[in-house]
């Protein structure tokens, strides 16, 4: 019976030595074919809508071993293609993948809910196509899906067809798509970057887009600032840790990554928290491995005691490192005691956690460990961070590293080689500025225009007296200077 026709069905009941007979109805609830492509109304970006797709592919990483991901697209043709080596399926493992609501999936895996591949094909195009195979397979399993063929049939089937195989071992779903754009690469490159850092750094996953590699990005944190986090909520384990962001962010891109089996659900959560800007340099991370989350992935369910607690908990843990972030945005006042409290408890902490939790903390900056605190510039739309540190006579006088960060614009971290013979100066400001200077406008200048523009702003940045203090002061204590350092310049000329 289809299309909500109701049935009947006798019933006999036996009480005793007595039985009645009771006709009892039944309706028809088969979902109408539309609900397949109604599912890929989810709002998903199409960075959010890739991202379920390469949790698939991590999901179907050998044991122990490193998935590859391999992202293409096509502005020109309108397609964008996911292809992995991981396990590949067989025919019945491709034909129940295609099933909406069915997981095999355990909880350590980060698919769960049977929705993640059709909500994310859908939702970035009515037709596509999944080819996959496996190791000990001869035959590529091919399935098509075209909305429109798919609704006029009225039924829920899909033809799956098989070809010689092409591959060693594998999946590739290429999905014919409106919503692919020319600034696609950037917006893919960091989301993707950020939401998979924790299988990038630990080499479970080597990414790339049209060829060219997605690294992990992390926000550039200042590490003597951040508080390992580890303990119970209602039974339930919570660990991470929070931190002070090196540059200050007034745009609300601060708070915590909420982070589930390694992969990051929520960006910029202030949780435990109020958003303000005297709170604007917190940031951490919270890994809640068995907290449930939507059927989408994209939250974490809030409305119950165990989150409320939770909220109460971090509020209480993290309350060192906002003493901290509040005297920094007063100029002029610095809680050394807080800083104190902050390197007693990240002892202890450290001494609890063993070496498998070493993933939870963020990976330190590759400067050397006599480097200075971070003194942050903004020259125009150029944001850039300088340290400085002891290199060695033969190194360089200065170093930069380009940070690439999710929201902000990209971060220029520059480093003063104090062991540089140019460092005889009296005055140590009057270097970082000219280096400061001079990366600045090799990034924004054409080449004849370089001896002219690094003039102009050389004399920009001395001319900033609070500049150049935080500039000694960050060299004299060895760590971020008391007050905010964020100067907004604009760039002469």
């Not at 992390?218 to 209602?234: A, I, N, T």
């Not at 939770?310 to 906002?322: A, D, G, N, T």
Request: with cysteine; aromatic share 6%; net charge negative.
């Amino acid at each position: 019976m289809i299309g909500g026709a109701v049935g009947a069905t006798i019933v006999v009941r036996f009480s005793g030595f007595t039985k009645s007979l009771e006709i009892m109805h039944f309706a028809d609830i088969t979902p109408d074919v539309s609900l397949l492509a109604k599912v890929g109304q989810s709002g998903h970006s199409v960075a959010e809508a890739v991202a379920e797709l390469v949790d698939n592919a991590i999901d179907a990483a050998p044991e122990g071993g490193r998935i590859e991901v391999e992202i293409e697209y096509s502005t020109k043709e309108g397609w964008i293609e996911i292809r992995d080596d991981g396990s590949g399926m067989n025919r019945a493992a491709l034909a129940d993948a295609l099933v909406l609501g069915l997981s095999g999936k355990t909880d350590g895996e980060i698919g769960r809910f049977g929705l993640g591949l059709k909500t994310a094909c859908t939702s970035l195009g009515s037709r596509f196509q999944i080819i996959t195979t496996t190791d000990d397979s001869k035959v590529d399993w091919i399935a098509d899906y075209d909305e429109e063929e798919f609704l006029s049939s009225g039924e829920w089937m899909l033809p799956i067809s098989r070809q010689k195989s092409t591959r060693v071992r594998g999946t590739r779903i290429r999905i014919y798509s409106s919503r692919i754009y020319s600034g696609l690469s950037q917006s893919l490159l960091r989301n993707l970057g950020s939401t998979f850092r924790h299988f990038i750094d630990d080499d479970v996953l080597h990414l790339s887009l049209n060829g060219e590699t997605v690294e992990a990005v992390h926000q550039e944190v200042d590490q003597e600032s951040v508080l390992p986090l580890e303990g119970s909520v209602l039974g339930h384990q919570v660990r991470g840790w929070v931190g002070l962001l090196v540059t200050s962010s007034q745009r609300g891109w601060y708070g915590f990554s909420l982070v589930r089996n390694r992969r990051v659900i929520r960006r910029h959560e202030k949780l435990g928290f109020r958003s303000h800007p005297s709170t604007a340099r917190v940031v951490g991370e919270l890994h809640l491995d068995d907290l449930p989350v939507n059927n989408l992935k994209t939250d974490f369910i809030r409305e119950t005691e165990t989150w409320h607690a939770l909220e109460r908990w971090v509020s209480e843990q993290i309350e060192p490192v906002l003493a901290v972030s509040r005297s920094l945005a007063h100029a002029g006042t610095f809680d050394s005691g807080a800083r104190a409290a902050i390197a007693e408890e990240r002892e202890r902490i450290l001494a609890a956690l063993g070496p498998s939790e070493a993933h939870l903390m963020p990976p330190r900056r590759p400067h050397s460990a006599s480097s200075s605190g971070a003194v942050n510039i903004v020259l125009g739309t150029m944001h850039m961070v300088h340290y400085f540190e002891a290199a060695g006579s033969s190194a360089p006088h200065c170093r930069e590293e380009a940070m690439a960060r999710v929201d902000d614009p990209d971060l220029l971290v520059v480093s003063t080689n104090t062991d540089h013979p140019a460092m005889t100066a009296s005055d140590p400001s009057i270097i970082a500025c000219h280096n400061l200077a001079e990366v600045a406008t090799l990034r924004m200048a054409d080449p004849v225009d370089f001896i002219p523009r690094k003039g102009q702003l050389l004399s920009l940045l001395l001319e900033q007296k609070p500049v150049r203090r935080a500039l000694r002061l960050s060299l004299k204590v060895g760590r971020a200077a008391p007050t905010e350092a964020i100067r907004e310049l604009s760039a002469a000329g």
